[in-house]
């Protein structure tokens, strides 16, 4: 149960950083195409991994932090994008 508990939190931390960054990044002006997270968050993952096949477990775990970042970046800029666009 404590498990469960501490991912439930770490997902609401995860999903208000991946937020504020998106703000953060819209405010200076930058928009990255939603495909362009997408990409990034299986590539994060898997070019590290084939170019050091015995990584760290604490370097993996960065890297999957950012994987989970961009891939909740990619489905907040595909909600908006549909809500947007009204479909």
Do not use: T
Not at 11 to 29: E, V
Not at 42 to 69: D, E, Q
């Amino acid at each position: 149960m404590l498990y469960w508990l501490i991912v439930f939190v770490a997902f609401i931390i995860l999903f208000y950083a991946s937020n504020r960054l998106l703000a953060w990044l819209k405010g200076k002006g930058i928009k990255i195409n939603r495909w362009i997270w997408a990409a990034a968050s299986f590539l994060v993952i898997i070019i590290p991994k084939s170019i050091f096949p015995n990584m760290n477990n604490i370097v993996l775990g960065i890297l999957y932090v950012f994987c989970a970042v961009f891939a909740l970046n990619f489905m907040i800029e595909q909600h908006d994008w549909f809500v947007k666009s009204k479909i």
